[in-house]
């Protein structure tokens, strides 16, 4: 009986299926097609220049031994790499694939002998020219789990966190959103999942990006027509961080990209952890199949932390520093610095170094001295029920009118506004401004906020109003 490229690919691929991981095998080996044999010569198609050089460069060995059982010593592999070409380069390719067939798809044919050729991975994370083929994590060791101190502001995401480190892709929570303002932690928590997930299991491949790097390189793997490696290299990361998701808004190519890279992971059991400054339902400008995503696991909310946990962060970060500190100046701290841990984590450094530099004991004197500086210069950050009051007295009426049901003009103007300086000056999620402004949900509180960016645009007095509060707010 003789032999046809089908029926010898797949007796290679039963040996080969006994021989390695099943993911590995879904992974690398279930995408490939036998396209033809030729003189003891097997063709074999792959989706990507990307998949034939990690075939080369990790199962070069078990395709060889797979191919020479059925075709003998003389044996030969060639690799058909067929791509869809959606951004019109017109590079020729050797075109090996029958015109009724072609359609949008370009192929190259490149001939291997079967022994390993170490072809340069594309790995985005390398520096053209410097060969690499190890997938460095990109994650910062000092950013742990024992340098983030828990707290009630903290406990669900840090919790969730440490279920994720232990068992990655194996829990619900997956994708992972930790959601939150600015210095919260939302970057450190992400580094310590997978800190602890290369502690626990080092076979893995870790990796964390920001989003904007992500976005950026997606942008190069366009320019140079290489996009199906752009996603085969982030489709074998075993755990994938990304910050600051909602960084992606508008960028509907990115997002595409992501969706796929997305979907391949999750199919797979490979666990996806994401930051974001605001909840999903917050989210502009993200398409939807996106968002209904991000919602499949668990999104947990860092909050500003307490007074024991402000202070359970300073006694750590001196102690890590190896500096001692009165307890009334750390009290004093824990007091006066309420906004976020990156701000609290600098008042100490300036401390510190003030202390250090001028070789002063660290008194209460300078203590007040560096946080009216330091807090000085920083954006204060006004509370919900503030706003809410300082619009109330400007309109005249009281908070109760201002969140009442009533549809008259001027007290809905009120309560508009009252929502909208909260958006801007609050890193509260908009259904909890609606919720604190009247018991209303966040579809009112975005339209609050279109109407005054509408208003303000093209009503001269409501103008007014806008600049007048807003004055009031930053004082």
Not at 90 to 117: C, M
Request: aromatic share 10%; glycine share 4%.
């Amino acid at each position: 009986m003789s032999k046809t490229a089908e029926s010898v690919w797949n007796n290679c691929l039963a040996f080969i299926e006994d021989n390695i991981s099943s993911q590995a095998y879904k992974t690398w080996f279930e995408p490939i097609k036998a396209v033809k044999l030729t003189d003891n010569a097997l063709s074999i198609q792959v989706p990507s220049k990307f998949f034939y050089e990690w075939l080369e460069e990790h199962y070069v060995k078990i395709l060889k031994v797979a191919l020479t059982k059925e075709l003998g010593a003389t044996a030969k592999l060639v690799y058909i790499i067929r791509m869809e070409n959606t951004y019109g380069n017109k590079q020729p390719f050797t075109e090996k694939i029958p015109s009724a067939n072609r359609s949008n798809l370009q192929s190259q044919e490149v001939d291997v002998p079967l022994k390993n050729k170490s072809p340069e991975l594309k790995n985005p994370f390398v520096i053209p020219g410097i060969r690499n083929v190890k997938i460095e994590s990109q994650l910062n060791p000092n950013y742990n789990f024992e340098s983030f101190l828990e707290g009630e502001s903290n406990r669900l995401a840090r919790s969730a966190g440490l279920a994720v480190a232990n068992k990655p892709g194996g829990t619900s929570f997956n994708p992972l959103l930790i959601f939150g303002g600015v210095g919260l932690g939302k970057t450190h928590l992400g580094h310590a999942i997978g800190v602890d997930i290369k502690d626990k299991y080092p076979e893995k491949t870790v990796l964390y990006i920001s989003a904007e790097k992500f976005t950026q390189q997606y942008i190069e793997s366009v320019k140079k027509n290489n996009r199906n490696d752009f996603i085969h290299f982030y489709q074998i990361i075993d755990v994938l961080i990304v910050d600051d998701i909602q960084l992606l808004s508008g960028k509907a190519g990115t997002q595409d990209v992501f969706f796929h890279i997305f979907n391949h992971l999750h199919q797979n059991g490979k666990q996806v952890i994401l930051t974001s400054d605001k909840a999903p339902v917050d989210m502009i400008d993200i398409e939807q199949r996106l968002l209904s995503r991000f919602k499949w696991g668990l999104s947990a909310e860092l909050n500003h932390p307490d007074y024991d946990t402000r202070v359970a962060i300073i006694k750590n970060k001196l102690y890590r520093d190896g500096v001692e500190m009165p307890e009334d100046i750390v009290e004093f701290l824990a007091n006066n610095i309420k906004t976020n841990i990156r701000e609290l984590e600098g008042a100490i450094i300036s401390l510190i170094a003030h202390s250090s530099f001028n070789k002063k004991e660290i008194t209460i004197d300078l203590a007040r001295k560096i946080v009216d500086n330091y807090v000085k210069h920083t954006k204060r950050e006004v509370s919900i029920d503030y706003i809410q009051k300082v619009v109330s007295d400007y309109f005249q009426m009281d908070v109760d009118t201002l969140q009442s049901k009533t549809r008259k003009r001027h007290i809905v103007q009120a309560r508009q506004l009252a929502m909208f300086f909260a958006k801007k000056f609050t890193k509260a999620s908009l259904a909890s401004i609606g919720s604190q402004i009247g018991q209303r949900d966040h579809a009112t509180v975005l339209h609050a906020c279109k109407t005054v960016d509408n208003l303000s645009s093209t009503d001269k007095q409501f103008r007014k109003y806008v600049e007048d509060l807003s004055k009031k707010l930053t004082l």
